[in-house]
């Protein structure tokens, strides 16, 4: 869907804390999902992804959880380092009989505080 | 190893004019994807291709029109231009006709327009 207004909502937290950004996401098809990490000026970074056949999956550091039921995605991110500080989308893409496209959600801005 | 190429990195243009912004995909891949970026904005998609051929439309505006070349990489021509247009441009590249760890974004075309 279409993002409104231009102010992200902002996550700050303590460096060395977990953090737990989330996201909603739109189609209930979408059987795919990647969260992705944005530096200032620069393009979407892989992160982690999730099948929709899965609720949860684990990288270094990073966790990602899926509620297909009320649509809805978390990332965890453990012992929140300065350099995680970045916005982060969620991004879902809808089965292939849709289109190819990767559908983003709005972003969350995490800021760290060392 | 190599990224996906955007060319230019920054560009500005007067209202009316006309812009060409460049995508070189990662070796080997076959399908792209444009998305453009408000401020503050979640990535919305335009359009992508695979194969040379047009394979997903988004809400890219008839001024707008994008193909992709005969060497996979692709081309987005912006005319008419709008101060709403200033924005940044990605471009992401596929080694198959959807989203994985391998597909990637480049680092953008910021475009102004003044």
């Known amino acids: 869907g279409e993002s409104v207004g231009l102010h992200l909502p902002t996550l700050s937290v303590q460096e060395g804390d977990n953090s737990i950004i989330n996201c909603a996401y739109s189609?209930?098809?979408?059987?795919?999902f990647i969260w992705y990490k944005q530096e200032s000026g620069k393009g979407p970074q892989f992160i982690i992804d999730?099948?929709?056949?899965?609720d949860k999956r684990q990288g270094q550091r990073v966790t990602v959880l899926l509620n297909k039921t009320v649509k809805h995605l978390s990332l965890q991110i453990a012992a929140t380092q300065p350099g995680d500080s970045a916005v982060y989308f969620c991004?879902?893409?809808?089965?292939?009989?849709?289109?190819?496209?990767?559908?983003f959600g709005q972003g969350t801005e995490l800021s760290v505080k060392p | 190893a190599a990224g996906v190429i955007q060319s230019p990195r920054h560009l500005i243009k007067e209202k009316r004019e006309t812009a060409t912004l460049k995508c070189y995909p990662i070796?080997?891949?076959?399908?792209v994807y444009w998305y453009q970026q408000g401020p503050g904005q979640d990535p919305q998609f335009l359009i992508s291709?695979?194969?040379?051929?047009?394979?997903d439309k988004g809400s890219i505006p008839d001024r707008f029109s994008a193909q992709q070349f005969s060497d996979y990489h692709s081309e987005l021509n912006m005319s008419s231009l709008e101060l709403g247009d200033s924005a940044l441009y990605f471009c992401?590249?596929?080694?198959?006709?959807?989203?994985?760890?391998?597909?990637?974004f480049g680092q953008g075309t910021r475009l102004t327009v003044v």
């Open positions: 070796p080997r891949h076959d399908t």
């Open positions: 991004a879902e893409n809808p089965p292939r009989n849709q289109g190819g496209k990767l559908i």
């Open positions: 291709f695979y194969e040379k051929m047009q394979s």
């Open positions: 189609n209930s098809a979408s059987d795919y």
């Open positions: 992401a590249s596929s080694p198959t006709k959807g989203w994985g760890t391998e597909a990637f």
């Open positions: 999730i099948r929709s056949n899965m």
